[in-house]
């Protein structure tokens, strides 16, 4: 059976990719979504329920796929790529990469409000902090979770971290999409054919209505409701990546009352971000080329200008 991982990076709409290539005709998606399984053997706190990656998975009668995404995967680049290699080295990658400043600061804006789950002296990073965790950490020599915020800066160095994967998997498994690609229907065919790819399915398998993203970055203004609200999803999303409805109303009925409205980060913060990536940007077009991707959105080709 294939294995197909949506391996990140985070805030590039893994989540609405996952839920809905998880309803492709012979795929068996994972429990949860976020299986962490290799993370789990890479840092110390990580918690994973599983004992074996074969049981992260659900069983779907004559399936000839398995579909997980684990979004912190990219980050650790060659460490990440080497422990999935030891155990499936068959699998397909499947990376999707957005524009890296509105990605850092929407990780920023995650953080934040995830922050109150295991922190209760709760206390926002200013977008400054978080720049300052990661501007020195250009690799993933973390030991614990607790570290993991010093990535969220190096998930947006995509030129790097992809060559680190290539070190390991050949360039037939490794496969890349755009967030971008989700805004109009072309796009979204060309988003349909490379996981189809991926998959190793026929198109035709794959769900017929559009594709959307449906998990922006927003801000609370109750974080011990937003706490409450996290940890009841975590017990409830086996069902909800099943019953799409109830998920939506859900979700939508939750934010109408703690949805708060985040001011944008200041000037220097997004100077300094964009100073970071700017060397990546440009060297992204040559690394694409080794993978064969010649249809990309303007934020690319712009380093070539």
């Known amino acids: 059976m294939r294995t197909c991982i949506l391996a990140g990076p985070t805030r590039t709409a893994t989540t609405s990719l996952f839920r809905y290539f998880a309803r492709t005709r012979g795929v068996a998606p994972s429990i949860h979504k976020e299986t962490d399984f290799f993370l789990s053997r890479l840092i110390d706190g990580v918690d994973c329920p599983y004992d074996s990656y074969d049981s992260c998975f659900r069983e779907v009668a004559g399936a000839s796929a398995r579909l997980e995404a684990s979004p912190l995967y990219f980050a650790f680049g060659k460490r990440a790529a080497e422990a999935i290699h030891g155990e499936v080295p068959d699998a397909h990658i499947v990376f999707t990469l957005r524009e890296p400043v509105e990605r850092f600061f929407s990780a920023w804006t995650m953080i934040n409000n995830k922050r109150w789950v295991t922190r209760k002296d709760f206390e926002r990073y200013s977008a400054s902090q978080l720049v300052d965790l990661g501007i020195g950490q250009r690799d993933a020599n973390i030991a614990h979770w607790n570290e993991i915020d010093r990535l969220t800066l190096r998930e947006g160095a995509y030129a790097s971290i992809l060559r680190e994967w290539l070190e390991v998997f050949p360039k037939e498994q490794i496969h890349i999409v755009f967030q971008d690609w989700m805004g109009d229907a072309a796009g979204q065919a060309q988003l349909r054919k490379v996981l189809a790819t991926a998959m ?82 440009e060297r992204l077009p040559a690394v694409l080329e080794k993978l064969a991707v010649t249809d990309y959105p303007d934020w690319v080709s712009a380093s070539r200008l």
Request: charged letters at 35%.
């Open 200 to 281: 190793g399915v026929k198109v035709s398998a794959l769900p017929a209505e559009p594709l959307f993203h449906e998990n922006k970055s927003r801000d609370v203004k109750l974080g011990r409701l937003h706490d409450l609200a996290v940890r009841l999803n975590a017990v409830l999303e086996p069902a909800f990546n099943r019953i799409k409805p109830a998920r939506d109303l859900l979700r939508d009925t939750y934010y109408f009352f703690n949805e708060d409205t985040r001011e944008m980060p200041d000037k220097a913060s997004r100077k300094r971000v964009e100073g970071f990536y700017a060397p990546e940007i």
